[in-house]
T-cell receptor, first 114, second 114 residues
Framework: QQQVKQSPQSLIVQKGGISIINCAYENTAFDYFPWYQQFPGKGPALLIAIRPDVSEKKEGRFTISFNKSAKQFSLHIMDSQPGDSATYFCAASLTDNYGQNFVFGPGTRLSVLP | NAGVTQTPKFRILKIGQSMTLQCAQDMNHNYMYWYRQDPGMGLKLIYYSVGAGITDKGEVPNGYNVSRSTTEDFPLRLELAAPSQTSVYFC?????????????FGPGTRLTVL
């Protein structure tokens, strides 16, 4: 129930195309869903995040779509650029009185071809 | 601000040796975390802390120990290193719970146990 599933494992997109990464969760108590971006040799960095009270959040070329009933959320990268080539992790967090427990998906390696 | 710093960046251990991975943050964050990242896998939570003197186990705590004597530092101790502990270790921190609970990650420590 603590698992977060993520697909695809890898993705190749042409420059200017749309990249879509999907995640699914089981635990309905999760209340925070971030996406992290990781470049080789670096730590992950927060890209965009959403809470279940909204169905979509957009920041620049990045959009999270959230479907609470289906327990799914996805990251859309519009006008993908070679600089977007990185590994993307979705995560889910359960906020309780003791702190935050984050569960990460296995990651998607995105390659954007010039 | 230096953010989250980790030392060392790389380390090779022999089976049975012990070592401490250092983590420090200068953002006055209450929450700190240790994750391990295995190839092709997401981040797995080892231990976390909600403040000085308070720590708790995450998903994969066996073979590790932590302490949190100050807000700034959160060292991870490996006792009796095993090949299964070969991984990249990330330390992260986050402020007291806000609407968007961003975790700030360090650059990681790549550990090999031979």
């Amino acid at each position: 129930q603590q698992q977060v599933k993520q697909s695809p494992q890898s993705l190749i997109v042409q420059k200017g195309g749309i990249s879509i990464i999907n995640c699914a969760y089981e635990n309905t108590a999760f209340d925070y869903f971030p996406w992290y971006q990781q470049f080789p040799g670096k730590g992950p960095a927060l890209l965009i995040a959403i809470r279940p009270d909204v169905s979509e959040k957009k920041e620049g070329r990045f959009t999270i779509s959230f479907n609470k009933s289906a327990k799914q959320f996805s990251l859309h990268i519009m006008d993908s650029q070679p600089g977007d080539s990185a590994t993307y992790f979705c995560a889910a967090s359960l906020t309780d009185n003791y702190g935050q427990n984050f569960v990460f998906g296995p990651g998607t390696r995105l390659s954007v071809l010039p | 601000n230096a953010g989250v710093t980790q030392t060392p960046k790389f380390r090779i251990l022999k089976i049975g040796q012990s070592m401490t991975l250092q983590c420090a943050q200068d953002m006055n964050h209450n929450y700190m975390y240790w994750y391990r990242q295995d190839p092709g896998m997401g981040l797995k939570l080892i231990y976390y802390s909600v403040g000085a003197g308070i720590t708790d186990k995450g998903e994969v705590p066996n073979g590790y120990n932590v302490s949190r004597s100050t807000t700034e530092d959160f060292p991870l101790r490996l006792e009796l290193a095993a090949p299964s502990q070969t991984s990249v270790y990330f330390c992260a921190s986050s402020p007291r719970q806000t609407y968007y609970n961003e975790q700030f990650f360090g650059p990681g420590t790549r550990l090999t146990v031979l």
